[in-house]
């Protein structure tokens, strides 16, 4: 049971847009700590996808966007293509584990 | 292209013992808090240690506290995981990751390694 909650899957068509959740608590995402995200492709290492809840690394395309409100965050991605079929994780860091925790991870299909 | 190469693993019994290595290429680790972690099917990511820059601060989850040690040698621009007392729940990919700078003081993990395969078995 990861500490922050991801569905374990979503999928959409090309072009379309599609969420992915990541819901936490009050020790953790709550608090106030930042919520990044990270995308693995299959058989490779994770890369980071978004950073302090909104930001994107360069070379990280527009099309991927991050948002956080109270105890949750999301991710975004619009405009849906076959590259962006991969596993997503939210990350974030718990006061009261004195951790840095992920979620269990959602994959991403394109249809 | 800066990189991350981890070293080290393999197969070993319960209870044995095992060193991993996480060597930076085209840049250097000085600057960094370090982080290593794993990677299981079932569990999935977890984090299991950090060192600061400089290497006076370290944090291990409770998960590896008390088996496994974590260092680095800036000079040699190298990290280390020294696990001893591996239990067959420690049978993971390990990675090696930067730490970025988060707008809170808490760190992302911003460049990985390819990770290594440590299995723990009989």
């Known amino acids: 049971q990861s500490v922050l909650t991801q569905p374990p899957s979503v999928s959409g068509a090309p072009g379309q847009r599609v969420t992915i959740s990541c819901t936490g608590s009050?020790?953790?995402?709550?608090?106030?700590?930042?919520v990044n995200w990270y995308q693995q492709l299959p058989g490779t290492a994770p890369k980071l996808l978004i950073y302090?809840?909104?930001n994107r690394p360069s070379g990280v395309p527009g099309r991927f966007s991050g948002s956080k409100s109270g105890t949750s965050a999301s991710l975004a991605v619009s405009g849906l293509q076959a590259e962006d079929e991969a596993d997503y994780y939210c990350?974030?860091?718990?006061?009261?584990?004195?951790?840095?925790?992920f979620g269990g991870g959602t994959k991403l299909t394109v249809l | 292209e800066a990189q991350l190469a981890e070293s080290g693993g393999g197969l070993v019994k319960p209870g044995g013992s095992l060193r991993l290595s996480c060597a930076a290429t085209?840049?250097?680790?000085?600057?960094?808090?370090m982080h290593w972690v794993r990677q299981t099917p079932e569990k999935g990511l977890e984090w299991v240690s950090s060192?600061?820059?400089?290497?006076?601060?370290?944090d291990y989850a409770d998960s590896v506290k008390g088996r496994f040690t974590i260092s680095r040698d800036n000079a040699k621009n190298s990290l280390f995981l020294q696990m001893n007392s591996l239990r067959v729940e420690d049978t993971a990919v390990y990675y090696c990751?930067?730490?970025?700078?988060?707008?809170?003081?808490?760190?992302?993990?911003?460049?990985w390694g390819q990770g290594t395969m440590v299995t723990v078995s009989s």
């Open positions: 990751a930067t730490g970025g700078f988060g707008s809170n003081g808490v760190d992302f993990f911003d460049r």
């Open positions: 085209r840049f250097t680790l000085d600057s960094y808090r």
């Open positions: 060192i600061t820059a400089g290497g006076n601060y370290i």
């Open positions: 009050y020790s953790n995402i709550g608090a106030g700590y930042d």
């Open positions: 302090n809840n909104i």
């Open positions: 990350q974030s860091y718990d006061r009261s584990l004195s951790s840095w925790v």
